[in-house]
Structures are given as structure tokens and as C-alpha cells.
């Protein structure tokens, strides 16, 4: 069984950083894509951030210019680190791992809440 284990949430005041960080719990093939989701209260989940295999990026409109996902293909770990965090950045940030065979998973949620 692999688990996503991520870091790096919290409390931080508009305008802060943050970087979360999600490391798989073992050695993993075939991957096709990692990257984090998030899910506000009362919203459904939506993407933030994806990285493929080959290092291409793909980040919502809303924080394009903001965030930046990094990856380390070596220990299947992402990195993503949020510059100028807003109020509507709150919630809880899920990182993932799609397979091009295979099931995929989803880390537990890490809290990031950006508040004055």
C-alpha cells in the first residue's frame, strides 16, 4: 500500500508563503502525473497544480504567477511553494499521484488557512 505523506501546511497572514511538500511512502513506477487539489469549505475540489513525469506544469487560473510546483523524480516527491497567499487560497490542500497503470492515491489533506 503507498501513502502520500504531506507537509508543510498551516497559518500563515495574506500576502505570506508557504510550501507543502508530498512524499510518496515508496518507490513508484509508471507514474503519470503528481500534483495537489484543494477544497475549501462548501466547495468541491479543484486542481491547484500538476506535473507531469516529463516536467510540464499546468496551474489554475488563480494561482498562475503565485505558486510553483517543483518535482523530484528520484524520491516521487512535489513541492509547492505559495507566494502571496490570499484569503481564497484556504483549504485543505491534497496532493496526488495518477498512474499510467494503476490505481492512483491521495495524500490525508494538509490545512493551509491564510488569515490576518
Known amino acids: 500500500q503507498v501513502q502520500l505523506v504531506e507537509s508543510g501546511g498551516g497559518l500563515v497572514q495574506p500576502g505570506g508563503s508557504l510550501r507543502l511538500s508530498c512524499a510518496a511512502s515508496?518507490?513508484?513506477?509508471?507514474?503519470?502525473?503528481m500534483g495537489w487539489y484543494r477544497q475549501a469549505p462548501g466547495k468541491e475540489r479543484e486542481l491547484v497544480a500538476t506535473?507531469?513525469?516529463?516536467?510540464?506544469?499546468n496551474y489554475a487560473d488563480s494561482v498562475k504567477g503565485r505558486f510553483t510546483l517543483s518535482r523530484d523524480n528520484a524520491e516521487n516527491t512535489v513541492y509547492l511553494q505559495m507566494n502571496s497567499l490570499k484569503p481564497e487560497d484556504t483549504a485543505v490542500y491534497y496532493c496526488?499521484?495518477?498512474?499510467?497503470?494503476?490505481?492512483?492515491?491521495w495524500g490525508q489533506g494538509t490545512q493551509v488557512t491564510v488569515s490576518s
Open positions: 506535473i507531469t513525469s516529463g516536467g510540464s506544469t
Open positions: 515508496r518507490r513508484i513506477f509508471n507514474i503519470r502525473r
Open positions: 496526488n499521484l495518477e498512474r499510467t497503470y494503476g490505481p492512483s492515491y
